[in-house]
């Protein structure tokens, strides 16, 4: 017998608002969460502005004692997520089989600021760990002992898993997906997989990250992607438009409770969506560029399709991938219009990046939430800040002002730094 994937609870934190509620209100308005950088000092940087969680105060009455030390902000937005997802979905954990609940989750290392380190040992070491490399940065750990025993937990990028793991005694199988941009949406779709074969009847999965700090600022800098639009933070985000610049950093949790649906139907759970396609491909072309004519994106595309028994004439609505770089646009319209041909210029589509920023390894999940719930209410979230057509860029980008729409199917892009491609695709659930 077929095993189907539902979604049965959703949880999120975002810089819109640090639940669903507020969030999802905060799309359908179209607002910008795009401000000046607070974590740290950025008055001097290229790069000043950003899309931070704000007024967000970590819960930690559920984390174990003896892993509060390795607990940063990436983690503890995890884990707050997936305790407003957990509560979403109604599930009494003590009645559910702990080996039967899987977590896959495509998370971040903690990192750390200048003044968090400085904190720790002295300036001159810190400096020397950028210009001596690797023997400084043992030297660093050294002068800590404290550091040195957190230090290599924290750095492993699927700290989240553990902490859920941990918090909830959840004893199945766990994923974790380390693909860039597109690491939430892979281990979603490998969440899929573990339902469909029988692996478990519940999974935790998601995304969550918190890279805003001066390595990552300025790394993204240099290699040119991020928009410089400093003096107008909320109208720097410009996916789709003629005068885009780059992408705004960002950072967030997105948290979904994917069951196998005869158990979620038994159990008398809400279902959002059914979770029906998931779809993988690479571009083989560069680490740094889209290709040109859209390849890639449009195999991933397919391949959702396909796993989901979906013919494409069905799509209504796409979540673009829709970053606001010039290439990367250019080409995700390309692999659209591969895929659906003259169709693709009557599907709405829409770039939630333009309002929330780009939330790297957490923005595939935090988006299919987003689909998820325009699909569910009917109201297709609008690209914000979209006032100067590209001919480049020519299909219905819903600008600026959210669209009342029914849907019944919906994909959500996600295409990679490094050309790592996820596309997952959504329907209303039907027994």
């Known amino acids: 017998m077929e095993r189907k994937v539902v979604i049965t609870g959703m949880g999120v934190i975002t810089p819109l608002g640090n639940d669903l509620k507020t969030t999802w209100d905060g799309i359908t308005n179209g ?79 903690e990192y750390m600021h200048f003044e968090a380190i400085e904190k720790v040992f002295d300036r001159n070491y810190l400096y020397q760990a950028f210009v001596e490399g690797q023997v400084a940065y043992n030297n660093l750990l050294l002068h800590s002992s404290e550091l040195a025993k957190i230090w290599p937990l924290r750095k492993n990028a699927d700290i989240g898993s553990k902490m859920i793991s941990l918090t909830y005694n959840l004893q ?92 979620a139907k038994k159990r008398g759970a809400r279902i959002y969506a059914e979770l029906s396609g998931y779809g993988s491909s690479s571009n083989a ?3 740094t560029d889209t290709p040109p004519d859209g390849r890639g994106g449009d195999l991933a595309m397919k391949r959702a399709l396909a796993d989901a028994k979906i013919d494409m004439s069905r799509v209504e609505y796409i979540n673009a991938h829709g970053t606001g770089t010039l290439l990367n646009d250019a080409s995700e319209t390309l692999s659209i219009k591969n895929v659906f041909g003259d169709r693709a210029y009557s599907i709405s589509i829409s770039s939630s990046k333009s309002m929330i920023g780009h939330l790297v390894n957490s923005s595939s999940a935090v988006e299919l939430v987003i689909t998820t719930m325009a699909l569910k209410e009917g109201i297709l979230p609008p690209t914000i800040n979209f006032e100067h057509p590209d001919p480049k860029c020519d299909l219905d980008y819903i600008p600026n002002t959210a669209r009342e729409k029914e849907i019944s199917v919906a994909l959500s892009n996600s295409f990679a730094f490094g050309g790592q491609n996820a596309t997952l695709a959504i329907e209303k659930f039907t027994d």
Request: hydrophobic residues 35%; contains cysteine; charged residues 25%.
């Open 31 to 109: 607002r910008s969460s795009v401000g000046t950088i607070s974590l740290f000092d950025a008055s001097t940087f290229p790069v000043q502005i950003a899309a931070e969680v704000k007024d967000y105060t970590p819960g930690t009455s559920e984390l174990p004692e003896d892993v509060l030390s390795l607990a940063g902000r990436s983690s503890r937005i995890c884990l707050d997520t997936c305790s407003m997802a957990l509560e979403d979905s109604g599930l009494d954990m003590e009645r559910e089989a702990s080996d039967r609940i899987g977590i896959s989750l495509g998370g971040d290392e």
């Open 172 to 263: 199945g199988p766990v994923e974790s997906s380390h693909t860039a941009c597109s690491s939430s949406g892979h281990a979603i779709g490998k969440a899929k997989r573990l339902i469909e074969n029988s692996d478990c009847d519940i999974v935790v999965a998601g995304g969550h990250c918190s890279m805003l700090s001066e390595f990552s600022v300025a790394g993204f800098h240099l290699l040119g992607t991020l928009s410089t639009h400093n003096e107008d933070p909320p109208h720097a985000s410009r996916p789709f438009d003629l005068n885009r610049d780059g992408f705004i950093l960002g950072e967030g949790a997105g948290i979904l409770i994917l069951e196998e649906a005869e158990h």
């Open 285 to 287: 072309y560069r680490l």
